[in-house]
Structure formats: structure tokens, C-alpha cells
């Protein structure tokens, strides 16, 4: 089952977010309160836990939810195997993929430690479709296309 492990969000953008327990995600904007919100195309940031620990098999520690800036932290789902234009579902809430992966201008502090950072390759973006609240271990469900 895939599924949500954690919603994190931050104020001011280029930093850590924070977990939160539920976050409300509202329509052509992404996470209420989120630095990154916004109506554009990537509104919402997910990261796999799969990829996560990629990064901590290489010897990083301290790594947790959020550190990667993601908005939602998945397990799971290979999150960047999603062509896009996939739709999912996460407790009523509809997500649309827009973008798979970034480019890295700045060299995040990960980068810095151990030459490599998953999010700009498995990171994926969406925009919210359809607005809700979305909580830790809420199910993941991708909508079939039509």
C-alpha cells in the first residue's frame, strides 16, 4: 500500500520544512502556509522514503522528513516512475503530476556532504485539483487515466 509518512511544510523557501501531523491543501495554490504555494505548476513537492534512504545508505546522517523540502514524504510508490499528467488521490484530495525531478542551482546542503541529492531525479511536483486535508498515513491511490 502506498501511503503518506509525513506533510512538511516552511514558512520562508530554501529551508527545512517542518513536519506536520495534516496540512490543507487548497486548489491552484498547494499547501496552506507553504513558502512554495502558489498558482503555478508546482505547487506541491513529494519525495519517496525509498529515496530518502538511498541517501542515508551513503553514510548521511540525520536525515529525516523534510530535509529534502518536500511537501509530502511518501512510501511505497516510485513517485518519479509517475508519467506526467498522473492523477492520485490522498484522502479525498486530488493531485495532478506536473514536473518529475528539478534542476539544482544552489547545491543544497545534502549535495555539499556526499556529492548527490535524489531530489532534483526522483522528487516529483503536482498541483492540487481538488482541495482537502491530507494527514500522515492516508492512503495513496492513483486514478486510472481515462
Given at each position: 500500500m502506498a501511503r503518506v509518512t509525513a506533510i512538511n511544510i516552511s514558512e520562508k523557501?530554501?529551508?527545512p520544512k517542518t513536519t506536520i501531523n495534516e496540512g490543507e491543501f487548497i486548489v491552484d495554490f498547494g499547501l496552506k502556509g507553504d513558502a512554495h504555494g502558489g498558482n503555478w505548476h508546482r505547487q506541491v513537492s513529494f519525495l519517496g522514503q525509498e529515496s530518502i534512504d538511498k541517501v542515508?545508505?551513503?553514510?548521511?546522517e540525520?536525515?529525516?522528513?523534510?530535509k529534502f523540502a518536500e511537501n509530502i514524504t511518501t512510501e511505497g510508490i516510485e513517485l518519479y516512475t509517475l508519467p506526467i499528467g498522473t492523477k492520485f488521490d490522498i484522502n479525498g484530495v486530488v493531485f495532478e503530476v506536473t514536473q518529475i525531478?528539478?534542476?539544482c542551482h544552489q547545491k543544497c546542503a545534502?549535495?555539499?556532504?556526499?556529492?548527490?541529492?535524489?531530489?532534483p531525479k526522483e522528487g516529483i511536483f503536482a498541483k492540487v485539483?481538488?482541495?482537502?486535508?491530507?494527514?500522515?498515513?492516508?492512503?495513496?491511490?492513483?486514478?486510472?487515466?481515462?
Open positions: 523557501k530554501g529551508i542515508k545508505a551513503l553514510g548521511v540525520g536525515l529525516c522528513t523534510g525531478g528539478k534542476e545534502i549535495f555539499k556532504l556526499v556529492g548527490d541529492c535524489v531530489m485539483l481538488k482541495g482537502g486535508i491530507v494527514r500522515t498515513n492516508d492512503e495513496i491511490t492513483v486514478i486510472p487515466a481515462e
